[in-house]
């Protein structure tokens, strides 16, 4: 593949190239690469201001003979609708080879954000959640919390979701466009908790900085992905809810940094010892997922840059064959 040029691919052009299960199976394969040597090790960098922040994520990935290297800046302001009717999370991402550092491909970072974190919960749920699961209680119904019942429904049996946000108005429209489109009952409701205890899985997609769920309000056997804590001050699940429980993570570094198992260390209830595995080493066959049906599982998704390499090597090796994108030579 030649390296003359430098692709910039837009956001209506990446929706276009990457579909939800191919993704999907690429997380999986990089968490599995990640166990077994084949990438650059992943890393997250944070500049944080009182109402959001950026982050810079980074990693690498040996793909079917070739290096990829992608580094994500991201600003998540999450007032930017309400305040300038903008999109609450901005950015780029930058894919280089990874032999010789050529900038491949900048293209917008907000579709592949967005589809590769539910594609991680689909992955995770493959493994730990019940295979005859159900019912699922999403807590926050905006684009996330969409693209992660789309990904459950592509692994899972999923008849019932109970969709949940503060504003009562966008599950109401969450619940209304999603029945339509995946022809399953979704309902909109008003009480989280009494949701989560009628169902067997739990996804936590919010920007909330308090916990709210809590070891009282899961049931044996539930599967819960928290995925909204993604940076130091963010925080979905009580730490006590992490004690005795399967703890899964896709980063142990990164989740220790800044996921919801940073506050479980920090209040000191658990340490690093009681995490069960990451991600790929489940995938690898390394280590067990779910091994009974009791068991709570909980996977703690702080969305790692070997999920945006292997989502935007796909978007790069098909825009470069379909000659999709603007091409420039930045070097000259």
Same mark, same amino acid.
């Given at each position: 593949?030649?390296?003359?040029g430098t692709l910039i691919i837009k956001r209506h052009e990446i ?25 650059? !090790? ?40 309400? /305040? ?18 050529? !900038? ?40 996330q919390g969409r693209i992660q019942i789309r990904a459950l429904t592509r692994v899972l !049996?999923?008849?019932?979701?109970? &969709? ?42 919010? !920007?909330? /900085? ?18 909204? &804590? ?46 069960? &595995?990451?991600?790929? =080493? ?10 009974? =049906? ?22 790069? =090796?098909?825009?470069?064959? &379909? ?10």
């Amino acid at each position: 593949m030649k390296s003359d040029g430098t692709l910039i691919i837009k956001r209506h052009e990446i929706a276009a190239l990457l579909t939800l299960d191919e993704c999907i199976a690429a997380v999986e394969q990089a968490f599995k690469l990640n166990v077994e040597g084949q990438s650059l !090790p992943p890393g997250v960098l944070e500049s944080l201001r009182p109402d959001g922040g950026f982050h810079i994520k980074a990693a690498g990935l040996k793909l079917a003979g070739r290096t990829y290297f992608a580094a994500k800046v991201n600003g998540n302001f999450f007032h930017n609708i309400r /305040r300038f009717g903008m999109p609450n999370i901005q950015g780029v991402i930058v894919l280089c080879d990874g032999e010789n550092g050529y !900038p491949l491909a900048l293209m917008d970072s907000v579709e592949i954000t967005i589809v590769r974190t539910g594609a991680a919960t689909a992955v995770a749920a493959k493994y730990l959640a019940r295979p005859d699961s159900k019912v699922a209680t999403v807590c926050g119904c905006g684009n996330q919390g969409r693209i992660q019942i789309r990904a459950l429904t592509r692994v899972l !049996p999923l008849e019932r979701v109970y &969709a949940y946000d503060i504003d009562g108005a966008q599950a109401d429209g969450f619940a209304h466009d999603l029945s339509a489109e995946l022809q399953i009952e979704v309902k909109p409701v008003r009480d989280l908790l009494s949701a989560v205890a009628g169902s067997d899985i739990c996804v936590t997609c919010t !920007p909330s /900085r308090h916990s709210f769920l809590k070891r009282e309000h899961v049931n044996a056997g539930t599967f819960i992905a928290a995925v909204g &804590a993604d940076n130091p001050l963010k925080q979905e699940l009580d730490p006590d809810l992490m004690v005795s429980n399967k703890i899964v993570v896709d980063i142990l570094e990164q989740c220790a940094m800044i996921g919801d198992l940073r506050h479980a260390l920090e209040k000191g209830v658990i340490t690093r010892a009681d995490v069960h &595995a990451e991600l790929g =080493e489940i995938v690898a066959g390394r280590k067990p997922g779910r091994t009974s =049906e009791e068991e709570v599982t909980i996977f703690d998704s702080t969305g790692t840059a070997l999920q945006d390499v292997a989502a935007a090597a796909i978007v790069y =090796e098909k825009a470069a064959g &379909a000659g999709i994108g603007l091409e420039l030579n930045l070097t000259e």
